[in-house]
């Protein structure tokens, strides 16, 4: 076998021993399906792999550059895709039984346009269904278990693409993030995870959820691996109507940068590991030359009603299509009410859920009352992240309020699982990039996630930010020792 990086190396060391001839496609492509087929022995993180398509595109890879050709920006980098992107190798079920088989016939833009750079597909992601959840215990197949402690959560929905980011380097995993769905399972895994600017990256071949809040984002070893993944898919595309037409580039100044720390984001509910850890994180970017501000962001305070009201809304416009005629496994009934009713009965209780308080909040009688009150809110809430910008580079918390829970802690409490992206829908719903990446561990061992926002269409300096604090600690570096995917 071809001398193999580190378990612990990044995207980019990866690439960069490819690149070297250091190390070959075919057996590297070969080595990564080993690693996390066997983490997923533990964590139960993947749907699938796509071995086949995989080994014919490392054979591709391997070809082009014995030929002497260029290597592309992600030249036999692996990676996954979170089940609710639609890929034309295995399946996409948005680990839902009403989706049970379903192949696409396309690809999702942000697949295509990282398989065009070099990246190779080695498999599907398991999910909270169709992305509703904080906790990957809502998956129709199975319960994603956190590779740091197996009897925890991994977060969600992304929970399979953290876990599996968590247990060895080298690949990225494509996640979707609605209120949060890469940065908190991120966060619990103590991987660095990746919500871009809402249109930044198309969401054509995403299965949608709340489409104005909806983004494909990486689950990476790296903030210079995000940002890599990041100049792959980023860019305006025909099939999505809210792409952005300007493109993103890096931010390559060096001058010193106003970092803003909200009093909201350490608000009555944050556990006291949590804070001080984040606040530590800070103190060191302060030591590096950082500037920091408190600021107030008052309107933060109701983001997650706000949240809660908007993307219930959505799914429940969304999710009507897969009524068993137009879309959807169709459930055998006598006559068409009760062909609906079977159908859609395949839907998890959490997507039931969902759809119901959705269609409550856009009835007759209650769409002012609710649905026109939270686009206000939401409003405001995009005018306090304004203001903050106008006067910090970015802004800096917590990721999640608290540290990784057992798995059926909080499943019959759909409050309490609610409560626990109360730190990240705001980006959401702001429409403005937010990224959590790892700044420690609690006493028990257990990871936790620094967050870091920026004004809109700014993702340079939220990675310049992230980047820096990686150069400056090593938390970054540290796997899963559950993970099962350190050999």
């Given at each position: ?86 890929t034309t190798a295995g399946t996409t079920t948005a680990a839902s039984q009403i989706l049970t088989g379903y192949q696409s016939a396309f690809e999702a833009t942000a697949v295509a346009r990282l398989r065009r750079a070099g990246a190779i597909l080695v498999g599907k992601t398991n999910l909270d269904e169709f992305g509703m959840g904080s906790s990957t215990e809502n998956s129709s197949v199975q319960a994603t278990r956190n590779p740091w402690q197996l009897d925890r959560v991994p977060g969600g929905s992304s929970g399979g693409a953290a876990a599996l980011a968590a247990a060895h380097g080298w690949g990225f995993h494509l996640g979707s993030d609605t209120g949060g769905s890469i940065r908190q399972p991120a966060a619990f895994c103590g991987v660095t995870g990746l919500k871009p600017t809402y249109g930044r990256v198309s969401r054509y071949g ?282």
């Open positions: 076998m071809s001398n193999l990086p580190p378990a612990n190396a990044s995207s980019l060391e990866y690439w960069e021993s490819v690149c070297a001839g250091d190390c070959d496609v075919v057996a590297a492509v070969e080595h990564y399906l080993e690693v996390i087929e066997h983490a997923d022995q533990s964590t139960s993180a993947l749907l699938e792999l796509t071995r086949e398509s995989a080994l014919t595109d490392a054979h591709a890879a391997q070809q082009r550059l014995a030929a002497g050709e260029s290597p592309r920006p992600l030249e036999g980098v692996p990676f996954t895709a979170k089940g609710n992107i639609a995403l299965l949608s959820f709340a489409s104005s809040l909806d983004q494909i984002g990486p689950l990476t070893r790296s903030a210079d691996d995000a940002g890599v993944v990041l100049a792959a898919m980023a860019g305006h595309d025909a099939y999505d109507a809210t792409t952005l037409v300007d493109p993103w580039r890096p931010n390559a100044s060096s001058q010193p940068l106003r970092i803003g720390v909200p009093t909201q984001f350490f608000a009555a509910g944050v556990d006291d590991e949590v804070a001080r850890a984040v606040r530590d994180a800070a103190a060191q970017l302060e030591a590096d030359g950082c500037e920091l501000v408190t600021v107030s962001l008052p309107y933060t305070e109701y983001a997650n009603a706000c949240y809660q009201v908007v993307s219930t809304a959505e799914v429940s416009s969304n999710l009507s299509r897969f009524d068993g005629v137009h879309y959807g496994q169709r459930g055998a009934a006598p006559d068409l009410g009760d062909l609906y009713a079977n159908s859609r009965a395949q839907f998890g209780a959490e997507v039931r859920r969902r759809i119901l308080l959705g269609t409550f909040v856009l009835s007759a009688g209650y769409h002012d009352a609710y649905y026109r009150r939270a686009l206000r809110v939401r409003t405001l809430i995009r005018e306090d992240f304004d203001a903050a910008f106008a006067g910090v580079d970015v802004l800096l918390g917590p990721t999640s309020p608290v540290a990784p829970f057992p798995l059926g802690d909080k499943i019959e409490d759909p409050l309490a699982l609610y409560a626990c992206d109360v730190l990240t829908v705001s980006a959401n719903l702001a429409g403005v990039p937010a990224l959590s990446l790892p700044c420690g561990l609690d006493v028990d061992g257990l990871p936790i996630g620094l967050q870091l926002h920026a004004a809109r269409g700014d993702e340079g300096t939220l990675l310049r930010v992230a980047s820096r604090y990686q150069e400056l600690t090593d938390h970054h570096r540290q796997l899963a020792p559950s993970g099962g995917g350190q050999g």
